[in-house]
């Protein structure tokens, strides 16, 4: 079973930077597509960007411009750098791998607290 930690939240000022990691248990990056999702209070998770296994990345309009999804396999770790981020962006944001073939092995990490506020 894959096994996803996210770190790097917390509070930043709006305009502010802060870059997420989402360290996974094993070698994953050659079979499974990774995501960023995010929850606000009374909001519905949105995904955020994804990157599949060749490298393909996507956004959403929210954060197109703002964030970038990346990886290092070498530490097997993904990445969210979040720029010029603003007070809307405040949610839970949550990491996702998603076998690229076996599409129901999908797992979710545990969610860091990202707080965009003066």
């Known amino acids: 079973q894959v096994q996803l930690v996210e770190s790097g939240g917390g509070l930043v000022q709006p305009g502010g930077s802060l870059r997420l990691s989402c360290a996974a248990s094993g070698s994953i990056f050659s079979n499974y597509a990774m995501s960023w999702y995010r929850q606000a209070p009374g909001k519905q998770r949105e995904l955020v960007a994804g990157?599949?296994?060749?490298?393909?990345?996507n956004y959403a309009d929210s954060v197109k411009g703002r964030f970038t999804i990346s990886r290092d396999n070498a530490k097997n770790t993904v990445y969210l750098q979040m720029n010029s981020l603003k007070p809307e962006d405040t949610a839970v944001y949550i990491c996702?791998?998603?076998?690229?073939?076996?599409?129901?092995?999908?797992?979710w990490g545990q969610g860091t607290q990202v707080t965009v506020s003066s």
């Open positions: 990157l599949t296994t060749f490298g393909s990345t």
């Open positions: 996702n791998a998603q076998h690229r073939v076996w599409k129901h092995m999908t797992y």
